[in-house]
């Protein structure tokens, strides 16, 4: 098992921007694919962005691509979303994933994770 740990919300202007990161231990997430997840109140869970665990593959969610990057350090055991122009609609909990994968894939499936963090709060104002 693999323990993820978010940081990085915050409250923040609509056009503003925030780096969320997560870190992981417990063992080493280099063969994990990752991804990032948000829950707005009221609403389903719902992927954001996904990396493959060599780095060469993206996913994005269409509500946020150009708008938000996702990029992993494994010498780190992080990953990070880069989240720029921010709007008051991406307010949510947002979630780190991680699944160990044979293949360089990227996930989309929220139930293709076997391992979750407990969510970090992001508040965009209007």
Do not use: H
Request: charge should be positive; aromatic fraction near 10%.
């Amino acid at each position: 098992q693999v323990q993820l740990v978010e940081s990085g919300g915050g409250l923040v202007q609509a056009g503003g921007s925030l780096r969320l990161s997560c870190a992981a231990s417990g063992r080493t997430f280099s063969r994990d694919a990752m991804g990032w997840f948000r829950q707005a109140p009221g609403k389903e869970r719902e992927f954001v962005a996904g990396i493959s665990w060599s780095g060469d593959s993206t996913s994005y969610a269409d509500s946020v691509k150009g708008r938000f990057t996702i990029s992993r350090d494994n010498a780190k055991n992080t990953a990070y979303l880069q989240m720029n122009s921010l709007k008051p609609e991406d307010t949510a909990v947002y979630y780190c994933a991680a699944v160990r994968t044979v293949l360089p894939v990227v996930m989309t499936r929220g139930s293709s994770y076997s391992n979750w963090g407990q969510g970090t709060q992001v508040t965009v104002s209007s």
